[in-house]
Nanobody, 120 residues
Framework: QVQLVESGGGLVQTGGSLRLSCAAS????????MAWYRQSPDLARTFFAG???????IYGAPVKGRFIVSRDNAKNKLSLQMGALAPEDTATYYC??????????????WGQGTQVTVSS
């Protein structure tokens, strides 16, 4: 089984940057798609960005070049570099793992989430 622990969230001003990290444990990390989901107040948790087991990065929402998702299987880490942050980016960001997340799959493993708050 996979255990996921996020870190790196915080409070930043508009235009600031953060780097979110997800530390994964378990023997099946390399066999799963790893992704970030986010959830804003009053909104559903939705796919944001992920990296497949083949190393393909997919972004599920417009990011205007402000976000880079990366995966390091050797270090069992998933990262999300966030730049030029805006209040609309305020949300809880969750690390997730599962199969076929870029199609109809749903995560089978979730982290606890890390809060990102962008002040205007």
């Amino acid at each position: 089984q996979v255990q996921l622990v996020e870190s790196g969230g915080g409070l930043v001003q508009t235009g600031g940057s953060l780097r979110l990290s997800c530390a994964a444990s378990g023997s099946v990390f390399s066999g799963l798609t790893m992704a970030w989901y986010r959830q804003s107040p009053d909104l559903a948790r939705t796919f944001f960005a992920g990296v497949s087991q083949e190393g393909n990065a997919i972004y599920g929402a417009p990011v205007k070049g402000r976000f880079i998702v990366s995966r390091d299987n050797a270090k069992n880490k998933l990262s999300l570099q966030m730049g030029a942050l805006a209040p609309e980016d305020t949300a809880t960001y969750y690390c997730a793992a599962g199969k076929h997340l870029f199609t109809d799959g749903r995560p089978t493993h979730w982290g606890q989430g890390t809060q990102v708050t962008v002040s205007s």
